[in-house]
């Protein structure tokens, strides 16, 4: 690589800081919600961003993670301890942010977090049609195990239609939450 150039890109990265941390409202709200919508897509009305947010908010177990390039989200998590298992949900990262691992520090962070509030074990779902997010996780030492996800929409989650979430036009990409 030509000097002048090695400089630039040198100083361009010693320039750009990298944080990860826990979510802030005030500052993260709408760049989290254009990377849902552009990561995910948009698939039933419990999966809308600003509704997951303020469901998570509720909760106040501060398990929620942000990535930040300066002050510019580029990825996301969200995490959750019941006292039993400790899940993932809504690893996202930017398109132009990818493989320069922030995913997997994504990851490491949220599972650090889990442990140190005493969780053993850390389960996630996708979907069966997600290869690459499968290889991603396999890469992370997650495996695959026999179990059936099973679930059911609680009675006024805004979306109560029998089936409607394998009805093909309702599905996105990946939704924030499976
Ligand atoms: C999956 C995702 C979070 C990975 O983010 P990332 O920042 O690019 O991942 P990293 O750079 O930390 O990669 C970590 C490792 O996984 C590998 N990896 C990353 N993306 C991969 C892919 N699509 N396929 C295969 N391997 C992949 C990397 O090569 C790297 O391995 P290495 O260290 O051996 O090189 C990102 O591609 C994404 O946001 N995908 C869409 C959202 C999604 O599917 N989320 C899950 C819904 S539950």
Redesign the pocket.
Known sequence: MHRATLCRTVLFELAVMVELRVYQDATDRAQVIALWEE??GYSADHNAPSLVIDQKLRAGDALFFVCCESDRVV?TIMSGYDGHRGWL?????HPL??????????VRHAESELAARGCLKVN???LES?K??A??YE??GYCVEPRVSMGRRLPGSGDDTPGAESHPQRMSN?PPS?
């Open positions: 990561v995910f990825g949900y809504s690893l996202a990262v942010a990818r493989k320069q691992g922030y995913g997997e520090r994504l996630l779902q996708i997600n690459a997010v290889t991603f890469r992370l990946l499976i």
